[in-house]
């Protein structure tokens, strides 16, 4: 089964989204918005960058644990992963975002 976006908005009115995969794992979050537009467009830019390998920042938390960003083009980070108790289950999560990421399923959360 294919992954999806799921989108939502907050009791203040501000709109983000998750990527989850075929299992329905959230492996990727967004930033909160402004605007269900804005939202759309990160979804977008998700869609565009995930599949490239340059577009990953591996980091590691002060905890010992690893995440990595999702970054676009212009160097903005368009969305974060969840904490990996190791570098092995980061790079599984990057995977999945580039096989899950250009997914045109949208959901309304």
Not at 56 to 70: H, M, Q, T, V, W
Request: overall charge positive; some cysteine.
């Amino acid at each position: 089964m294919a992954g999806w976006y799921e989108l939502s908005s907050n009791d203040k009115g501000k709109f983000s989204f998750v990527l989850k995969a075929g299992n329905g794992e959230v492996i990727l979050r967004s930033e909160q918005y402004d605007t269900l537009a804005a939202a759309e467009n990160g979804i977008k830019s998700v869609q565009t960058n995930s599949p490239q390998e340059a577009r990953y920042e591996r980091k590691d938390a002060s905890d010992g644990r690893c995440y990595f960003n999702l970054k676009a083009g212009n160097h903005q980070v368009i969305g974060t992963s969840q904490l990996y108790k190791d570098a092995a289950g980061r790079d599984n999560g990057i995977q999945s975002v580039q096989t899950n990421g250009p997914s045109t399923t949208v959901k309304k959360a």
